[in-house]
């Protein structure tokens, strides 16, 4: 009886201690903005940038249910980034068939998430490939912005050779 009793104060404890650390782990979440498919809390996006990300992914959506989304931060918060990273992709519920450019701006760290169904096409070495091509050169220079959209569009352009109607990339380039 004893036992039971001390087992289930252990119990409770947990519970509480379980309650109070729910906002730690979802305080550095970076809630999606009013604007469908980027966030960017870093501000490092220009509006024309945003305005092209937003015409393509909403192409994307609803020619393909493929989610893209871009998402800046000012900081990891003490994340690792593949932690951050997943976190975001979870809560903006990209889903199976989607792909989160995520970035880190005063980290300098930069993870490209794909669903399961994308996956197939955009394998780790695929994205690496793309963040080493087309998101570095820019920001080896701090450009930001030019290296986000660069590195969306390439993403763009292998999805879109994915699928039959390739005609679709004339749009974009």
């Given amino acids: 009886m004893i036992e039971r009793l001390f087992l289930m104060k252990k119990l409770i404890c947990f519970?509480?201690?379980?309650l109070w650390m729910i906002p730690i782990f979802t305080e550095a979440i970076?809630?999606?903005?009013?604007?469908?498919?980027v966030t960017d809390q870093a501000n490092v996006l220009t509006t024309e940038t945003k305005d092209y990300i937003i015409q393509y992914s909403d192409f994307l959506s609803k020619s393909y249910q493929i989610h893209y989304y871009v998402v800046t931060v000012n900081s990891l918060e003490?994340?690792?980034?593949?932690?951050?990273?997943?976190?975001v992709f979870s809560s903006f519920q990209v889903?199976?068939?989607?792909?989160?450019?995520?970035?880190?701006?005063n980290d300098r760290r930069i993870k490209v998430?794909?669903?399961?169904?994308?996956?197939?096409?955009?394998?780790?070495?695929?994205?690496q490939?793309?963040?080493d091509s087309?998101?570095?050169?820019?920001?080896?220079?701090?450009?930001?912005?030019?290296?986000?959209r660069n590195g969306y569009s390439a993403f763009y352009k292998m999805i879109c050779n994915y699928y039959p109607h390739r005609y679709i990339i004339d749009h974009i380039f």
Avoid: C
């Avoid at 970076?30 to 498919?37: D, Q």
């Avoid at 003490?78 to 976190?87: C, K």
């Avoid at 889903?95 to 701006?105: D, E, Q, T, V």
């Fill in 15 to 18: 519970f509480f201690l379980f």
């Fill in 78 to 87: 003490g994340y690792d980034l593949d932690t951050y990273a997943e976190m």
């Fill in 95 to 105: 889903g199976r068939n989607g792909l989160l450019i995520f970035f880190a701006k």
């Fill in 30 to 37: 970076v809630e999606p903005s009013n604007t469908l498919y």
């Fill in 113 to 127: 998430v794909v669903g399961q169904e994308l996956g197939l096409l955009l394998d780790n070495d695929t994205i």
């Fill in 129 to 131: 490939e793309g963040i």
């Fill in 134 to 148: 087309y998101f570095m050169p820019y920001f080896k220079n701090d450009d930001w912005n030019h290296g986000i």
